[in-house]
């Protein structure tokens, strides 16, 4: 059975920093595009974030280039989201996912992610 299970969010100032974490389990993480997606109230899902299975190739959300940055760790199953000088507008649930396809040039697209986690709130204040 695969697990994604995020965690790190919470309330925030506004140019404050906070790091998610997504542990994942039940598949081979090494092998799996690993992404972030968020959902801000009453909007849709959008891309964030993510990040090639050997961690060499990242892309980012224009929305949050320079601000944000994907890493991840193999050894540890485990993808990251550090999420630096935040706005208010970056208020929203944020979901990792797992992409056991591999085909990089479509890591923005949520549709292509086999496995979801449930979610970590991030709040930012103004």
């Known amino acids: 059975q695969v697990q994604l299970m995020e965690s790190g969010g919470g309330l925030v100032q506004a140019e404050g920093s906070l790091r998610l974490s997504c542990a994942a389990s039940g598949l081979t993480f090494s092998s799996s595009i690993m992404g972030w997606f968020r959902r801000a109230p009453g909007k849709e899902r959008e891309f964030v974030a993510a990040?090639?299975?050997?961690?060499?190739?990242?892309i980012y959300a224009d929305s949050v280039r320079g601000r944000f940055a994907i890493s991840r760790d193999n050894a540890k199953n485990t993808v990251y989201l550090q999420m630096n000088s935040l706005k208010s507008e970056d208020t929203a649930d944020f979901y990792c996912?797992?992409?056991?396809?591999?085909?990089?040039?479509?890591?923005?697209?949520?549709?292509?992610?086999?496995?979801w986690g449930q979610g970590t709130q991030v709040t930012v204040s103004s």
């Open positions: 996912a797992a992409d056991r396809s591999g085909i990089w040039n479509r890591a923005n697209v949520a549709a292509e992610y086999d496995f």
């Open positions: 990040i090639s299975t050997s961690g060499w190739s990242t």
